[in-house]
């Protein structure tokens, strides 16, 4: 394991060792059911954890609607919310002939149309496992290993500690997340953490995965 991060194919050794599974030395279709399943959680966890929104995978940004009035988002995008003036507004996603496109829920029926001149959102984006900050791999991969157990393991009393395990790593990822925030109590998008600016800007952590610029 690297001291910045781990790969995927160390996460998941990580969680099969965890059921008292033999290591493999690589990832791939070829490999057994065991493993499979291990690759299968991770993704889901990895993808699960991000949903919620981090320090590292949030940004806030205005959107210009193109002339038919979409909104494309980022391909990696999985959240998004309303921010500054249009904090109040109801918006979601959904991917639409291989685009991701903002709808607005507040019409009947829902809307991918916008007359705004820019519309403000908090934007959740997916990063690949390798480049995820190495205490949310370790809250990621102990959270898999959990899962994972339980379809495996015949014994509740592994699974125990297991647990444990998990419940330290997130509370470590979480401290880790709340500390990387700036505080400032006159600003609300400082005292959440959220990155201001245009998306596609890129970031030490996001050079593999930067989404496009959408102004």
């Known amino acids: 394991m690297s001291q910045q991060n781990m790969n995927r194919l160390e996460a998941v050794n990580r969680i099969l060792r965890a059921a008292r599974e033999h290591p493999v030395s690589s990832l791939g279709s070829g490999n057994e ?3 499979l399943m291990a690759e299968q959680v991770l993704n889901e966890i990895t993808q699960r954890e991000q949903m919620v929104g981090v320090h590292e995978n949030q940004t806030v940004a205005s959107f210009v609607p193109a002339s038919d009035g979409r909104v494309i988002l980022p391909n990696n995008a999985i959240a998004v919310k ?6 109040h507004r109801n918006f979601f996603l959904r991917e639409h002939n291989g ?4 709808y607005d829920a507040d019409k009947a029926p829902a809307s991918t149309v916008f007359t705004d001149a820019k519309v403000w ?13 190495l205490v949310l791999q370790f809250s990621i991969v102990d959270q898999a290993a959990v899962e994972n157990a339980m379809a495996v393991l015949p014994s509740n009393s592994l699974l125990t500690r297991l647990e444990a395990r998990a419940a330290r790593s997130r509370a470590m990822a979480r401290a880790a997340d709340i500390r990387g925030r700036p505080s400032n109590l006159f600003n609300d998008s400082r005292s959440t953490g959220l990155r201001m600016g245009t998306v596609g800007v890129p970031r030490p952590w996001y050079s593999a995965q930067q989404p496009r610029s959408t102004e």
């Open 121 to 133: 959102v908090r934007l959740v984006q997916s990063v690949i496992f390798d480049n995820l900050p």
């Open 99 to 102: 685009q991701i496109l903002l």
């Open 82 to 87: 309303g921010w500054n003036e249009d904090h």
């Open 33 to 35: 059911s065991d493993t």
